[in-house]
């Protein structure tokens, strides 16, 4: 058991280490996967908002000192990419079409916390907008409002979305993975 726990930490610090190199560098401008060929451009919030998912998901976990150290470097890293991406701000200015900016703000403590809650509650799904828009808004308030439950908006959408059905998720469209 104890070999295990020490792999397991270690390749969590390994990943924790890798996440926050990329989100330093994305941050610093490199847009592309290094030593990937033809590999397409990283979004810096879609790098942010993973990194920060995987920050979110470590906190609760007592970490040994290495993969501390690592998940300090991350949050780190964020903070300095979200104090002053560019991204970030035009959540503020135009919040009903950049709710993939303010994701990463809602999940990492910051000087912006108060703004990114108060933006993510105030704002419901146009009426045009599909079942994954709207799950992700759904999601993004209730994160916003400290609700650890699922919203009733969420579960009529997974519902409504065929999750009660058969998925196919190799082939399925976006919205099947939004409801799986």
Partial sequence: MTADRTRLTR????????????VARVH???????????????????VYGEAALLLRATDP????????????ALADALGDALRD?????RAVLAPGERWDHLFPLLLVTGPWSASARALAAS?????WAGVPER????WLRAVAEDRADAPDLVVGLASAS???????????????????
């Fill in 85 to 89: 991406a560019p991204g970030v701000w």
């Fill in 28 to 46: 610093h401008g490199e847009r592309g996967a290094s030593g990937i060929p033809g590999a397409p451009l990283l979004v810096p919030t879609k």
């Fill in 123 to 127: 704002d419901d799904a146009p009426s």
């Fill in 61 to 72: 976990l007592a970490l040994e000192p290495q993969a501390a150290s690592a998940r300090g």
């Fill in 11 to 22: 390749q969590l610090g390994a990943s924790l280490r890798l996440v926050a190199g990329l």
């Fill in 135 to 138: 799950l992700e808004r759904a």
């Fill in 162 to 180: 065929h999750l009660d059905g058969d998925l196919d998720l190799l082939h399925g469209d976006l919205a099947e993975a939004y409801a799986f």
